[in-house]
């Protein structure tokens, strides 16, 4: 089973927006057949077979073994990734992208980006997969509470003055055997957990 699959075609999306699919998916993390997935969801097995079939043929469901029971082959199955991820291209035209946005302090903007690094990253790791190789990454995360505005405009400014340095300082395009990586450094804020009285 992968770990991240992504989700591009529109179609698709609509495939799996159907809750009965949902569900089978989520009971899917172990491999099962229509008849246990029948009995654990308390769905009919005819019904069951139908929507595993319609998950199969669009590659979000994978045969893992068949097993002969009662006269009949019961086909064992299991779902192809353990995540799905929605790429900005299930949207069409209204898709983010940050390609088409001229405010790069905008929060639209951030989230175009985010969007992208979703789907780069998923469309990296599924290659990554398929050659039995790990995808080498690097992620932080911190809370940073400012303040005042005047905090918040001086911790960006040092910030990208930092990741300025370092990236004229690690950065070599002429390195044949180099690899390109995009660093995506965001802010936004959250909302802060209420207190008890």
């Known amino acids: 089973m992968s770990s991240v699959q992504m ?22 993390s172990e491999p099962g057949s229509a008849t246990t997935l029948a009995k654990t969801l308390g769905l009919s097995r005819q019904s069951v077979a139908y929507h595993v079939k319609q998950l199969e043929e669009h590659g979000y469901v994978e045969l893992v073994r068949e097993e002969a029971r009662r006269g009949c082959t019961e086909r064992i199955v299991r779902r192809t990734a353990q995540y799905l991820v929605a790429s900005h291209e299930v949207f069409g035209a209204q898709g983010l992208d940050p390609r088409k946005l001229k405010d790069k302090f905008s ?34 995360e911190v809370e940073v509470r400012f303040a005042n505005p005047e905090a918040r405009a001086g911790f960006a400014e040092e910030v990208l003055e930092a990741i ?34």
Not at 18 to 25: N, T
Not at 110 to 139: C, D, F, N, Y
Not at 186 to 196: C, F
């Open 107 to 140: 929060s639209t903007y951030l989230m175009a980006l985010a969007a992208r690094m979703a789907r780069e990253v998923g469309e990296a790791q599924a290659i990554a997969e398929k050659a039995g190789k790990p995808l080498a990454t690097l992620s932080a």
């Open 164 to 197: 300025a340095t370092l990236a004229a300082k690690y950065n070599d395009s002429n390195a044949p055997d180099g690899r390109t990586y995009r660093l995506v450094v965001g802010a936004h804020p959250i909302r802060s957990p209420r207190r008890k009285p």
């Open 7 to 28: 989700v591009a075609n529109p179609r698709h999306a609509a495939l799996l927006a159907a809750p009965v699919r949902q569900r089978i998916l989520g009971a899917l």
